[in-house]
Every structure is written in C-alpha cells, then in structure tokens.
C-alpha cells in the first residue's frame, strides 16, 4: 500500500520539482496538491493523505492556518513544514500547532526525502 502525500506549496517549480523527487521513489504516491490554505484545508480533510507536506507561505494563508484548520480534526495525518524561513520561532510554532517535522528547503531537503522514502518502505 502506497504512502499517500499531499502537497502544499503556492510556487508551481517548487511543486513539481517536489513531485518528480516524489515519483522516483519506491511506495510512495502524491494524492493532490493546493497553494492556498483554505483549498489545501478542504482537499487534506476529503482525501485523508497519510502525510501532508506543506510550505510556510502560500499564496492564499499560510501553512499555520492549514495546520490550525486540519490537525485536531484529522491527528492521523502527519504534516511536514517546507520553508525557507527555518527560524526556532517557526519551528516551535509548527511543532505546537502539529506538525511533526520542519525542514529548511535549501539545507535540510535531503533528510526529509529520506524520512518519506523509509517511511514508504514495505513493512513500517
């Protein structure tokens, strides 16, 4: 069974670079994807994804607003924070609103590719 991941992310490149990191690897599934907050609220809690990765600042809101719209009601799905801006303030902020990771776009990408890719091995 596939590990479904939503994306969040306003900026069309980054998107679909996302993606096609995404598809080469093995188990996991991209299930949608929206740049706006109250659009990625409504689609993550019709669709249920498993995980949710879901960039700062968007085009309509921002990633706070999803995370406070969708965690209590759906604390099932893990969401992980893309953003440029990795400050401890942002992190802390992600981690009491839910989330269960933030990564740094230009330093810490790798890591989280590597998260989803063992998390998407058969068997975990």
């Known amino acids: 069974m ?14 679909e670079r996302i993606e096609t990191l995404l598809a080469g ?3 996991v599934r991209v299930t ?17 994804p498993q995980v949710v990765l879901l960039d700062v600042k968007l085009a309509q809101g921002n990633g706070f607003d999803v995370l406070r719209a969708v965690c209590s009601q759906a604390p099932q799905i ?3 924070m893309l ?10 902020t992600a981690e009491e609103l839910g989330a269960r990771g933030y990564f740094d ?5 790798p890591h989280l590719m590597a998260l989803l890719s063992e998390r998407a091995r058969p068997g975990l």
């Open 25 to 27: 690897m093995d188990g």
């Open 105 to 109: 776009k230009t330093q810490e990408f």
């Open 78 to 80: 893990d969401f992980y």
């Open 2 to 15: 596939p590990l479904d991941i939503f994306l969040v992310e306003d900026s069309v490149a980054v998107r």
């Open 32 to 48: 949608g994807w929206a740049g706006g907050a109250d659009e990625a609220s409504r689609a993550i809690l019709a669709l249920l």
């Open 83 to 92: 953003s440029n801006f990795a400050t401890p303030a942002y992190r802390r």
